[in-house]
T-cell receptor, first 115, second 109 residues
Framework: NAGVTQTPKFQVLKTGQSMTLQCAQD?????MSWYRQDPGMGLRLIHY???????DQGEVPNGYNVSRSTTEDFPLRLLSAAPSQTSVYFC??????????????FGPGTRLTVL | AQRVTQPEKLLSVFKGAPVELKCNYS??????LFWYVQYSRQRLQLLLR??SRESIKGFTADLNKGETSFHLKKPFAQEEDSAMYYC???????????FGTGTRLQVFP
């Protein structure tokens, strides 16, 4: 099993450009989520999904879109990148959610720089 | 508001010394709490959760509802414990995980 995979590993964008961060998992997990990690701020939840066709907003959703057409994939879209979106992005998945019985499995991260 | 506070950005100790990484939470219900760890060049991974009440890699964490704390402890630190540690809270029935800002633990030889 590859677990949770993310592509690309690194990306540099110019302000206003759009891009999609890819996330996939091969563990048949229902729950998937996106976080951004910024110095001094820890991980903050951007969007999450409890199953195919279902998404919801996290703590910092503005500027990001998601969709969940399959169980395996959960792409994160930046429609018009801004320097404030410079961050490290982590995708995570778990069996059914965030309860005490669920362990979150994290991807390796994507380091995004917006100039 | 639901919040997790880790007051120390950096904790430095010598090998063999006791370690306590502090975590306080703000939540009115019964909390579901976790410690996640990120070793250098590795993925973020679960270290332990409050329901398991077990010791992982020598670490333990006890939920203290009166003090709203979930501090992570280890009696004798090892160099391989050097990592970034995050405390996280999952409010009941929200499907959200709230992380603290993290504490970097440095264990010197």
């Amino acid at each position: 099993n590859a677990g949770v995979t993310q592509t690309p590993k690194f990306q540099v964008l110019k302000t206003g450009q759009s891009m999609t961060l890819q996330c996939a998992q091969d563990m048949n997990h229902e729950y998937m989520s996106w976080y951004r990690q910024d110095p001094g701020m820890g991980l903050r939840l951007i969007h999450y999904s409890v199953g195919a066709g279902i998404t919801d907003q996290g703590e910092v959703p503005n500027g990001y879109n998601v969709s969940r057409s399959t169980t395996e994939d959960f792409p994160l879209r930046l429609l018009s990148a801004a320097p404030s979106q410079t961050s490290v992005y982590f995708c995570a998945s778990s069996t059914t959610g965030t309860s005490a019985y669920n362990e979150q499995f994290f991807g390796p991260g994507t380091r995004l720089t917006v100039l | 508001a639901q919040r997790v506070t880790q007051p120390e950005k950096l904790l430095s100790v010598f090998k063999g010394a006791p370690v306590e990484l502090k975590c306080n939470y703000s939540y009115s219900g019964s909390p579901e709490l976790f410690w996640y760890v990120q070793y250098s060049r590795q993925r973020l991974q679960l270290l332990l959760r409050h329901i398991s009440r077990e010791s992982i890699k020598g670490f333990t964490a006890d939920l203290n509802k009166g003090e709203t704390s979930f501090h992570l402890k280890k009696p004798f630190a090892q160099e391989e414990d050097s990592a970034m540690y995050y405390c996280a809270l999952s409010p009941i029935s929200t499907d959200k995980l709230i992380f603290g800002t993290g504490t970097r633990l440095q264990v010197f030889p």
